[in-house]
C-alpha cells in the first residue's frame, strides 16, 4: 500500500486566511521566513482560542490585493492537491479585504481566479463573522446569493464564539434559509452546548467543530437524528486548549457511535498541520485505520454543499483514486 499522503481525501473546514504559505509571505514581505512563521503560526503553549486568532493578523494584512489573494489561493490548492485532496470547500470573510480598496466581488473573484488555475475542485464557504455588524453580514449573505453556485456554496459564521454568543444571530441565518443559501456554523469549540443547539435550531446542515457536543446526550441524539455532520479539527482544538492532547480528543468517540464527522485541518498554516499529517495523528493516538479514514470521506461526501448529481460524481472519483491508492 502507497504512502498515507496519496491516500484521496476530502476537507470541508479550511481557512484561507489561516492557510497562508510561510514562504510567500516571506518573498513578499521581504523579511526572513523563521520570523515569518513565528507570526503565522502558534507556539506549543497556546493559551485559548483568543490567542489562537491573534495569527489572523498579518494574513488581513497580506491578502488586500488581488496579486496577493490570487497568488495565496493558487498555492493553497497546489499544497492541496499534493496531498491527493480531490475535493475542498474553502471558507473566508471576504469583508476583511476591502482596506485596499477592493470591492467584496473582487475578493471573491481573486481566490476563484487563484483556485482555478490549479486541476482541483473547490468551492468557497463565505464567512460572517461575530464581531462585524449586521449590515455587513448581510453583505455576506448577498454576496454569497450572488456567487451561489458559482465558485460560493455555502456560508458560515467565525469569530471569537464565547463572546458573541450563537443565539443572537438568528435573524441572519432567517435571512439565509429564506435566500436557500446552505450554511454551516462554528459552534462548540469556544463555548458549550447552547451553541450547538441554536446552530442546530438555525437549520445548520453541518458543525464547525461541535466537539462540546459531549456536554448533552440529547444533543448527540438530535445530530444523528438530523444527520448533521461535524466538522472536527483535531490538532486546531488541542492548540486552542479544548482538549490536552489527541488521546483526550472525543473523535474516535464521535465515530464509534455513528456521529457524522469529517477530519480536517481548521488552518494549515496556523496550526502548522496537513490532512495527511492529522490522519497520521488519529492513526497513532486513537487507533483509526485506514479503512476508518476511508469511510469518514465518503460520508464527508454526502455531506457537502454539493448537490446530488456533483456528489454522485465525487464519490466514484473518490473510488477511483481509491483503487490507485491501494493497488
Do not use: W
Amino acid at each position: 500500500m502507497k504512502s498515507l499522503i496519496n491516500l484521496p481525501k476530502i476537507e470541508l473546514h479550511l481557512h484561507f486566511d489561516g492557510s497562508i504559505s510561510p514562504k510567500i509571505a516571506s518573498s513578499i514581505l521581504n523579511k526572513p521566513l523563521e520570523e515569518i512563521e513565528k507570526e503565522l503560526q502558534v507556539s506549543r503553549d497556546c493559551r485559548n482560542l483568543n490567542e489562537y486568532l491573534t495569527k489572523f493578523s498579518l494574513p488581513e494584512k497580506l491578502l488586500q490585493t488581488k496579486e496577493n489573494i490570487c497568488l495565496f489561493a493558487e498555492n493553497l490548492a497546489l499544497n492541496l492537491k499534493k496531498e491527493n485532496v480531490i475535493y475542498a470547500e474553502i471558507r473566508f470573510a471576504p469583508m476583511k479585504h476591502l482596506k485596499g480598496g477592493l470591492t467584496k466581488e473582487e475578493v471573491v473573484e481573486s481566490v476563484l481566479s487563484g483556485l482555478k488555475k490549479v486541476d482541483l475542485k473547490t468551492n468557497l464557504i463565505l464567512c460572517m463573522m461575530r464581531d462585524s455588524s449586521f449590515a455587513e453580514n448581510e453583505q455576506v449573505i448577498e454576496l454569497a446569493k450572488k456567487y451561489l453556485n458559482h465558485g460560493v456554496c455555502a456560508i458560515d459564521l467565525a469569530g471569537a464564539e464565547a463572546l458573541y454568543k450563537t443565539e443572537s444571530f438568528q435573524p441572519l441565518f432567517a435571512i439565509a434559509k429564506k435566500n436557500k443559501i446552505p450554511f454551516t456554523i462554528h459552534a462548540g469549540e469556544a463555548d458549550g452546548k447552547d451553541s450547538i443547539s441554536s446552530a442546530i435550531s438555525f437549520g445548520a446542515k453541518r458543525i464547525g467543530h461541535g466537539v462540546r457536543i459531549t456536554e448533552s446526550s440529547d444533543l448527540i441524539k438530535l445530530v444523528k437524528k438530523k444527520n448533521i455532520l461535524l466538522e472536527i479539527c483535531p490538532t486546531s482544538n488541542i492548540q486552542t486548549s479544548i482538549f490536552k492532547n489527541y488521546q483526550e480528543h472525543p473523535i474516535k468517540k464521535f465515530y464509534d457511535n455513528f456521529i457524522p464527522i469529517s477530519i480536517n485541518t481548521d488552518n494549515r498554516t496556523v496550526s502548522n498541520t496537513t490532512l495527511t499529517k492529522e490522519y497520521q495523528y488519529l492513526i497513532d493516538n486513537l487507533n483509526f485505520t485506514i479503512n476508518d479514514l476511508i469511510n469518514i470521506n465518503k460520508n464527508s461526501i454526502m455531506h457537502t454543499f454539493l448537490s446530488s448529481e456533483e456528489k454522485d460524481i465525487l464519490y466514484k472519483e473518490y473510488n477511483n483514486e481509491l483503487l490507485k491508492f491501494q493497488d
